[in-house]
DNA sequence: CCGATCAGACCGACCGGTCGGTACCGCGTG
DNA sequence: CACGCGGTACCGACCGGTCGGTCTGATCGG
């Protein structure tokens, strides 16, 4: 990520605001007043806004794939690589929560050419995580009547979802919601 | 529901149209020439666009809530609860996709009064879920060692995010996911 | 004839992007 | 060292166009 210090900043003015007020509320010339530069500065870095919103994107989803294939080659059972993309996961909202949030929020902005790259990786990772269960499915480490393809949308909607209510400062780590999550998965709320 | 048919078509016409381009993206000329009105027309029926994407919010919350509260008021014990309401919120993806999409992408361009009404809601469906999960845990319907409030979150996740997949006409029925879920939050993965 | 409903020209604010210009830095040359 | 030169990074006034919202009337049912 060794950007030039304007770009940087431009970039980490444009999260927060994009955060808090949604992409198409914060104009280009409220990024660079905040940011400390110029319409000029701006344009210099980015051939557009829309660019600005696509590399925000390609950053964390790129890292959380990347993280995945660690986990899934860490390990060679389908029960410890699900726990190890969960984990993965749930801990990507450390440093890419607001990344995160616009990823999931602003997509629909993202021009043709820019969503295709962005999709096309959001699906692998989709794939990544229906692989892994199925397989666990095949082999038996997990429930035979588990269906793979709902229960992996589950999964990736109850850690998506993480951005709209985790809090740095709350009463949960991310650690601890990683545990809690893995458990949930694997064990369900009835008792043996 | 009982309103104006030119009120009508132009809620259902933003439906589409936010659904498809998000809020910020459909300017009211745009809405009003696909709904067969006028500026005039729209301006009658709404005070703002603002309005208008409040009363698409309201809807299904509002809705999602009574379904909840029917549900618990009809079972008496969490278990039984608890499915009600995964089984009630879930379908209502068949009549509210759009404005569930909607009600969580475009929270953030709601003015601050109106995200406040929403947001008490929204609160109100938060707890009462958590109190069945919390009722069940401590009368043993549900391991004791459940967190119920990531336990919660998780769950609310993995239903609000279904507006990002499913379709009507894809290879599962809503009863179908409804069932699945129901499954997968009682039982998780693993075997017995 | 009155109020509800709607038509559409119009307004002013705002926004993304452009463009001509500036400041500065490293480098080769005399 | 002085000087000029090319290139990179940046500046900010400006432009064409868009958008939410207003206003003056027209239409019509009762």
């Known amino acids: 990520m060794e950007q030039s210090p304007t770009k940087d900043r431009i970039i980490r003015t444009a999260l927060r605001l994009f955060e808090s007020c949604g992409y198409s509320r914060v104009s280009v010339d409220q ?30 989803v790129t890292h959380a794939l990347e993280k995945a294939e660690e986990a899934i080659e860490r390990h060679d059972n389908a029960k410890e690589q699900l726990r190890g993309i969960i984990r993965s996961f749930v801990l990507l909202f450390d440093t890419y929560q607001s990344h995160l949030a616009i990823f999931n929020e602003e997509s629909l902005h993202l021009s043709r050419e820019y969503l295709k790259k962005i999709e096309g990786k959001r699906d692998r990772y989709k794939r990544l995580l229906h692989q892994v269960i199925e ?37 949960f780590s991310l650690e601890e919601i990683a545990d809690i999550y893995t458990d949930f998965v694997m064990n369900g709320l009835l008792p043996e």
């Open 31 to 60: 990024i660079v007043k905040e940011s400390g530069t110029s319409k000029g500065g701006f344009y210099h870095n980015f051939t557009s806004k829309d660019e600005l919103l696509y590399m925000i994107h390609d950053f964390c």
């Open 135 to 171: 397989e666990g499915v095949k082999n038996g480490e997990f429930r035979s009547n588990s269906n793979v393809t709902i229960v992996t949308m589950a999964v990736l909607g109850m850690i998506n979802w993480i951005y709209k209510w985790y809090r740095p400062d709350g009463d």
